[in-house]
């Protein structure tokens, strides 16, 4: 897939990586700790966590507010165990279905991640929430449509932890967390959604609004005790003007008119979005992702959390046990993008840490664990 010529080594860089650990393993005995995630690696598994490398699924309502595409480039440029895209709140009616896999797509295509399937998910026929206009070309062909059957073979493929983000509506994962029981024990979901201090207080927030009956479903498997790590970011966090990007924003400057890769799709998305809906876009997303990533940008605290019969969330003593943002570092979360979309050479995120573990600083979670 041709891409610019300044980004020719945005997988380049992961790849090499790749290389460099399994040349490293070799050199050392089978069983130590860097010939373990080596001969993994070399036996074209996943790369092990330490390696930061659990597979990465993002589950994304792309194609309405542009910080879905946003997130989605960050995580292609930086994550190499980017395994798979689904799409919620597809189009339909007088927009055909699977408008928003479409896209996506062609976003990862010019990001030179043709490795990256797309799936196209939930839609109820119709949305209010995506920009109308011509930013994939037609030979762009649709998405397969088994969401179920996807996240179920990469499970099997995977055999380990498998990362979800969800950054829409909670339908795929409500329906793969009945369809697929072994799900429940492997994902580690970050979910971006849900409120403490509604804006609107007579309703719920926007992605547990969409489907209220599969964010019920999905904290009933938290009641249950059947999905352990779940963590969510809340627009309590995410809602935010230090994070909106706008027309004068150093990101928007990032992505040049007229330019025929990501960059200028991205551009071209923003536009559209700024003219239909709203003058700026607020990155929830990213912030979801970079939590995912166990990067040190929001906060997290153990809290039990409740949904009522609209979908809003509230502090129970009864309710489901989550990991909740309490706060954000909006500042490096900023400049942390800005660097994932303007370097020409891609690096991976630091390594894990727990969620509630010291996440002041990036030292604690570089490197093996
Ligand atoms: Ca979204």
Same mark, same amino acid.
């Given at each position: 897939? &041709?891409? &610019?010529?300044?980004?020719?080594?945005?997988?380049?860089? &992961?790849?090499?990586?790749?290389?460099?650990?399994?040349?490293?393993? $070799?050199?050392?005995?089978?069983?130590?700790?860097?010939?373990?995630?080596?001969?993994?690696?070399?036996?074209?598994?996943?790369?092990?966590?330490?390696? =930061?490398? #659990?597979?990465?699924?993002?589950?994304? %309502?792309?194609?309405?507010?542009?910080?879905? #595409?946003?997130?989605?480039?960050?995580? *292609?440029?930086?994550?190499?165990?980017?395994?798979?895209?689904?799409?919620? %709140?597809?189009?339909?009616?007088?927009?055909?279905?699977? =408008?928003?896999? !479409?896209?996506?797509?062609?976003?990862?295509?010019?990001?030179?991640?043709?490795?990256? &399937?797309?799936? *196209?998910?939930?839609?109820?026929?119709?949305?209010?929430?995506?920009?109308?206009?011509?930013?994939?070309?037609?030979?762009?062909?649709? =998405?397969?449509?088994?969401?179920?059957?996807?996240?179920?073979?990469?499970?099997?493929?995977?055999?380990?932890?498998?990362?979800?983000?969800?950054?829409?509506?909670?339908?795929?994962? #409500? @329906?793969?967390?009945?369809?697929?029981? $072994?799900?429940? $024990? !492997?994902?580690?979901?970050?979910?971006?959604?849900?409120?403490?201090?509604?804006?609107?207080?007579? !309703?719920?927030?926007?992605?547990?609004?969409?489907?209220?009956?599969?964010?019920? *479903?999905?904290? $009933?498997? /938290?009641? @249950?005790?059947?999905?352990?790590?779940?963590?969510?970011?809340?627009? +309590?966090?995410?809602?935010?003007?230090?994070?909106?990007?706008?027309?004068?924003?150093?990101?928007?400057?990032?992505?040049?008119?007229? %330019?025929?890769?990501?960059?200028?799709?991205?551009?071209?998305?923003?536009?559209?979005?700024?003219?239909?809906?709203?003058?700026?876009?607020? =990155?929830? +997303?990213?912030?979801?992702?970079?939590?995912?990533? @166990?990067?040190?940008?929001?906060?997290?605290?153990?809290?039990?959390?409740?949904? %009522?019969? /609209?979908?809003?969330?509230?502090?129970?003593?009864?309710?489901?046990?989550?990991?909740?943002?309490?706060?954000?570092?909006?500042?490096?979360?900023?400049?942390?993008?800005?660097?994932?979309?303007?370097?020409?050479?891609?690096?991976?995120?630091?390594?894990? #840490?727990?969620?509630?573990?010291? !996440?002041?600083?990036?030292?604690s979670g570089v490197g093996p664990r």
């Amino acid at each position: 897939m &041709p891409y &610019p010529e300044d980004d020719d080594r945005s997988v380049d860089g &992961p790849r090499d990586a790749r290389k460099d650990l399994v040349a490293r393993g $070799e050199r050392t005995p089978p069983d130590s700790a860097p010939g373990i995630p080596a001969g993994r690696t070399r036996a074209g598994g996943p790369w092990s966590e330490s390696e =930061q490398a #659990a597979p990465l699924v993002l589950d994304t %309502d792309i194609g309405g507010d542009p910080d879905d #595409a946003i997130a989605v480039a960050a995580a *292609a440029r930086t994550v190499p165990g980017l395994a798979l895209v689904l799409t919620n %709140d597809e189009t339909g009616g007088d927009t055909a279905y699977g =408008q928003r896999a !479409r896209l996506a797509r062609h976003l990862l295509d010019l990001l030179g991640r043709d490795d990256v &399937p797309v799936v *196209a998910g939930h839609g109820v026929g119709g949305t209010r929430y995506f920009c109308e206009g011509p930013l994939v070309p037609s030979e762009v062909p649709e =998405q397969p449509r088994d969401v179920v059957s996807a996240v179920r073979g990469l499970l099997e493929r995977s055999g380990g932890t498998v990362r979800w983000v969800g950054m829409g509506s909670l339908s795929n994962l #409500a @329906r793969v967390l009945k369809e697929v029981p $072994e799900a429940r $024990e !492997r994902l580690r979901v970050t979910q971006m959604g849900g409120a403490l201090n509604y804006r609107d207080p007579s !309703r719920a927030e926007h992605n547990f609004r969409m489907d209220t009956d599969a964010a019920h *479903a999905v904290f $009933e498997e /938290l009641a @249950r005790g059947r999905l352990t790590d779940f963590q969510l970011v809340t627009s +309590d966090v995410t809602f935010r003007p230090e994070i909106e990007v706008t027309r004068d924003s150093a990101l928007y400057g990032l992505f040049a008119d007229g %330019d025929g890769g990501w960059r200028g799709l991205l551009r071209h998305h923003l536009d559209l979005w700024f003219e239909a809906f709203h003058p700026g876009s607020i =990155q929830h +997303d990213a912030l979801a992702l970079t939590t995912a990533l @166990r990067m040190p940008h929001v906060s997290l605290s153990l809290r039990r959390v409740a949904l %009522d019969d /609209l979908g809003r969330m509230s502090r129970s003593e009864r309710g489901a046990e989550v990991w909740l943002s309490s706060s954000a570092r909006y500042a490096p979360f900023l400049r942390w993008l800005e660097g994932a979309l303007s370097r020409t050479e891609a690096e991976t995120p630091p390594g894990p #840490a727990r969620p509630g573990e010291n !996440r002041s600083g990036w030292g604690s979670g570089v490197g093996p664990r």
